[in-house]
């Protein structure tokens, strides 16, 4: 490692990143060096991760690894020690210096730093607590950090590290805890929980000084975050989304992210051989979403999938818990409450908002509501409108057959 350059470092523990999806920084408190005697970066504007927005800029963030060696072998992870790979390792100034380069050539707005765990998880800790504070204080960078954790670190280690990043992430690694003994017998899930319940009483603690003193530092503002692998194990959509609502209710997390298991070279035996379909893993996100947003419970989302526990691929969850809870429509649009709303297929959040506020002024046709809405294929069997009733359609043995037809035509 001490023949490669900085160059070759970063394509090689940028490359080991791209497997870590829990990067975006939405949620964090706005500040920014304007005005200031001293200070670089800035969390204003459009929230920064690595990814494409929809009209098609890159929102930027220097995402690596401090370094791709690793103690452990966890079955699923490409860095795992007896991986067949090149390895390199960034000292903390090397970062450092890295990030802000970066940033004053306005490459990026601000900095994803994980590590593979070398010597012990506290040294590695302190590597990346250092690379934090440093920017912190020594650089007054005032742009986006986010922190990964390592298993086992000590909590004041952890905590350190929420004092100078915006998020904190400990990734779960599986939904299981079998699964986690399993693929990753060097981890221990009750040490993961335990570091999730330290850090939200730190935030909690944090907050509530923020609260009573205006001088007390602002403490992981953008809060928690975590990461599972889906298909690595045994386990269904129905474990991951109850693991994931434990999850949330908890430790009060921003947000879990699903990465599907994706195959790595000179893979355990124990691994499957191929990936799941990416598919998954978006109807995932679509459970999630309904969870935190919608208003369903984790039983109401298990009632969408099938008897193996998993999701359908070729609709999304909201329409196939509808589908399963047919006695509960058609939801009369002029009248009935928000909550009962958001549970029409085909309607998301700004549409009920829309027509929460129309409806105060007039009677809302099937016509309106198609205006508001991105498939009145999907929702004409789910509602009624002034001119709309379904009769009997909600009760059709084939309607799953027929909205799946309308929303190929119309779709």
Known sequence: M????????????????????????????????????????????????????????????????????????????????????????????????LTLAFYRRNYIEGLFLSSGIIRSSDYTMEQIVEVARSLREDHQFRGYIHLKTIPDADPALIEAAGRHADRISINVELPTDAGLARLAPEKSSAGIRTAMAGMKTAIEDGGDARRRYKSAPSFAPAGQSTQMIVGADAANDRDIMRTASNLYDRFALRRVYYSAFSPIPDASAILPLKRPPLMREHRLYQSDWMMRFYGYKPGEVAAATDEQGMLPLDIDPKLAWALQAREQFPVDINRAPREWLLRVPGLGTKAVDAILMSRRWRKLTLTDVGRLSRSIAKLRPFIVTSDWRPTGLIDRIDLRARVTEQLELFG
């Open 2 to 97: 001490g023949q490669l350059d900085t160059r070759q470092k970063l394509e090689i523990l940028a490359d080991a990143a791209k497997y870590d999806a829990s990067c975006s920084s939405s949620g964090t408190s706005k500040r920014d060096s304007a005005g200031q005697a001293k200070g670089i970066g800035s969390t204003e504007g459009m929230g920064i991760c690595h990814a494409y927005a929809p009209d098609g800029r890159c929102i930027s963030l220097l995402k690596i690894l401090l370094t791709n060696s690793c103690i452990f072998d966890c079955h699923y992870c490409i860095n795992r020690k007896s991986s067949n790979v090149r390895r390199a390792r960034f000292s903390a100034r090397e970062v450092v210096d």
